[in-house]
């Protein structure tokens, strides 16, 4: 039975050392396994050396240290990078500033600024404010591209001669008719918008501003006076 035993061994071996064949080794009192997907090493500090004997190769490997992994020289017994904080090295002031990025890869509103149009023939008085419907249209247009317009703010001062009219200071756009932005009330003082709606924009299309009473005074001659109306746009590269 031993002698059978002892057969079957050595014939094993044999075909191990032919084949190169093994699914699974471990050692180190179980501190490493290797198998046939992967290797695995559970101690303090493990590590894969990798020595160059080479002329000018280097002694250098993959360490893991507190919960990260590290290049690590061992000839020096220093580490050479932290793998895990090495994105540090690319952002602005870094050693290795990363260059030639497109817009999508940056973190969003990473380059943001401002763009304002002061509507130039916005003050107007004396407009009747005893009846609905439009009452003042600017001659002045301009093209807003859409490409990277995260917001569009229309801002305005205006005066009421009578507390009972509503005034709508809008934003159209020229090609629809659509309001793109608009602020309303009996009167405003560096009124802002804050219904912007990209659909209604028509890209790189031209817009102009427009003043409407939708509630008329019930005064007769009632009026109002438009102070300024001017435009921001909010431009964010991300």
């Not at 939708?214 to 431009?235: H, L, P, Q, R, W």
Request: charged share 25%; with cysteine; net charge negative.
């Amino acid at each position: 039975m031993m002698d059978e035993l002892r057969r079957i061994i050595r014939e094993e071996v044999k075909r191990i050392l032919q084949e190169g064949e093994l699914e699974f080794i471990k050692g180190g009192k179980h501190t490493w396994y290797l198998k046939n997907d992967g290797l695995h090493i559970s101690a303090a500090n493990p590590h894969i050396r990798l020595e160059g004997t080479e002329t000018g190769g280097a002694d250098k490997g993959i360490r893991e240290d507190a919960g990260t992994l590290k290049i690590y020289d061992f000839s020096a017994a220093s580490d050479v990078m932290d793998l895990e904080a090495h994105a540090s090295r690319h952002v602005e002031g870094g050693a290795d500033p990363i260059s030639g990025l497109t817009a999508s890869q940056l973190a969003a509103n990473t380059i943001l600024f401002k763009i304002p149009v002061l509507i130039p023939d916005s003050p107007q008085t004396g407009l009747a404010a005893d009846s609905t419907g439009t009452k003042w249209t600017s001659n002045f247009k301009f093209r807003i591209p859409k490409q990277n317009v995260k917001d569009v703010v229309i801002r305005a001062t205006w005066t009421a001669s009578h507390t009972d009219s509503t005034t709508e200071i809008a934003l159209i756009d020229d090609a629809t008719g659509n309001t793109v932005c608009s602020v309303s009330g009996n009167t405003g003082t560096d009124a802002e918008s804050t219904n912007y709606t990209e659909a209604n924009l028509t890209d790189d299309g031209l817009v102009y501003a427009r003043a409407s009473i939708t509630t008329a005074s019930a005064t007769a001659g009632a009026t109002f006076d438009i102070t300024y109306v001017a435009v921001e746009i909010k431009v964010a590269v991300s």
